[in-house]
């Protein structure tokens, strides 16, 4: 292959203003993207001379003999390859509240209620790396089973590092702030990508990136799972369109930092630990790329929601943006799902959230809005977790002002809020950070203590009728003049 001449000028790539990236789209394609002409060597993907003198290097994401359909990988054409660095170290200080290995010495099984508040911006210097801290998770990123849900809250851009999770797939939801701010800058291998809150971010195992934070902080959720990666839900009987469409994901085009870099450190994290090596260049130094492992972002404004047309609540599962599937059919290690605004239609049903115990583990997080089945306590930036068969369901405001509207509820447009779940069929080991924080809500139980016994023998008419809400609690849901409703807001 003819080697073009380098001329690689410093800083290199594309020198696009971060609101204006270039993105490819699309969800799972094998793309390809050369921040200089013809890098990308042609009809192979290891030369003996890579174009403008690159190395040829792959990342997998799964193992080499993976099913044709099922195996990811790409191939980076890069200035130095990532192994031109310093022996690696445990990081000092450590990480004390980030936990990949779930068991008696590291968690606490718990099968309450629980639900934090949402945590202030950092008081000291704080990258995302130092920002995040684990909320509870299974299983074990060793044995390539589990996952772990983690929250951040951070103030600093990270300067002249990098970070790489060994350990498995970062979903990164970010929150904080409206969703017209800049959110998450973050440089990867493949590289940049701007996500604001309202978008979600996928940095699968391996891949090094960076995080600045443009708006000065930035807090959010984290999920990660191991052993498996995130993909597109079968869709069963909605059909072939529906909920994300695959061409909405965006994915990086090809960009390089050619810098000297004295002392560029990449951040390790394998096995819940973290250790550092240092190299004298940027690890974004990919000047093309191909594959099918890729980092990508969605905007769950995109969204094309599932609901009920005539009668009772749907499960949640309608809503699945994506999942992280377990070798059980159906059956996820993580499922990551949206409540987004929509039309509530059902005609005498009771609309929000029914009450339940569910097998699989439910951690929840609000982006923006109120979320339909808590009236209050449960903020943009909180959590909850109700874990494997603990009971819950909506509290006790959201009930009584429901079942006080009657039977004859008009459509309402549930307008201006965003929350999710990751659900995972694996049990929830709850984190010393998440247990000690003051953030915690002793008092969640409260929210449904005051459900009444609306029990009554004399018939079902008469029980309708001794269901004796008062007026004001029905007053607190309060409509729009478009017909949309925020309950409690
Ligand atoms: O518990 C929750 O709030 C999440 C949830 C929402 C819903 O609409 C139905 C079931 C469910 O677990
Ligand atoms: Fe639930």
């Not at 699309?26 to 050369?34: D, L, V």
């Not at 934070?213 to 930035?218: A, I, V």
């Not at 695959?246 to 002392?263: E, I, K, Q, S, T």
């Amino acid at each position: 292959m003819e080697r073009p001449h380098l001329e690689v000028a410093p800083g290199g790539g594309d020198a696009a203003p971060w609101e204006r990236l270039p993105y490819q789209a699309g969800f799972g394609n094998h793309f390809s993207s050369e921040a200089m002409e013809v890098a990308l060597p042609s009809g192979q993907n290891n030369p003996l001379h890579c174009p403008y003198g690159l190395y040829a290097e792959q990342i997998s994401g799964t193992s080499f003999t993976t099913p044709h359909k099922l195996n990811q990988r790409s191939w980076l054409y890069r200035i130095k390859p990532s192994v031109t660095h310093e022996p690696f170290h445990p990081r000092i200080p450590g990480h004390k509240y980030l936990i990949s290995e779930f068991n008696q010495s590291t968690s606490a099984a718990t099968p309450t209620q629980l639900r934090w508040k949402p945590v202030d911006d950092p008081e000291t210097p704080t990258d995302f790396i130092d920002g995040l801290y684990t909320v509870c998770g299974a299983g074990s990123s060793y044995l390539r089973h589990g996952f772990a849900i983690h929250m951040y809250a951070a103030n600093k851009s990270m300067v002249g590092c990098a970070f790489c999770n060994a350990d498995g797939d970062f979903l990164i939801v970010p929150q904080k702030g409206s969703k017209y701010v800049y959110g998450l800058w973050i440089t990867t291998e493949c590289g940049r990508l701007q996500v604001s809150p309202g978008e979600m971010v996928v940095l699968p195992q391996g891949f090094r990136f960076s995080v600045d934070l443009p708006d000065g902080c930035s807090r959010g959720y984290v999920s990660e799972v191991f052993g498996t990666h995130f993909q597109l839900p079968d869709l069963g009987p909605i059909g072939a369109n529906g909920l994300a469409a695959a061409r909405d994901f965006l994915v990086p085009v090809a960009w390089f930092d050619n810098n000297v870099h004295p002392g560029y450190t990449i951040v390790q994290k394998f096995g819940g630990e973290l250790f550092t090596a240092k190299q004298d260049f940027s690890p974004f130094n990919v000047v093309a790329w191909h594959g099918n492992y890729v980092p990508y972002k969605y905007d769950l404004s995109k969204f094309c929601p599932f609901n009920t047309v005539l009668i009772d609540h749907g499960d949640p599962s309608v809503n699945t943006v994506l999942t992280a599937p377990s070798d059980k059919p159906g059956v996820a290690i993580l499922d990551f799902v949206i409540f987004p605004p929509r039309w509530l239609v059902a005609e005498h049903t009771f609309r929000p959230p029914y009450y339940h115990r569910n097998c699989m583990s439910e951690f929840m997080g609000l982006i923006y809005g109120t979320y339909e089945a808590k009236a209050d306590g449960f903020s943009p930036g909180g959590a909850s977790l109700h874990s494997c068969m603990t009971p819950h369901g909506p509290d006790t405001k959201t009930y009584e002002a429901t079942v006080s509207r009657g039977k004859d509820a008009e459509p309402v447009r549930i307008a201006g809020t965003m929350a999710f779940m990751f659900e995972s069929y694996l049990i929830p080991r709850v984190c010393p950070w998440a247990l000690e924080s003051p953030n915690l809500d002793r008092d969640y139980y409260q929210c449904w203590i005051g459900l009444r016994s609306h029990f009554s023998c004399q018939g079902r008419d008469a029980a309708s009728r001794h269901i004796s809400v008062a007026n004001d609690v029905a007053g607190e849901l309060q409509h729009g003049e478009d017909g949309t409703v925020a309950p409690g807001s």
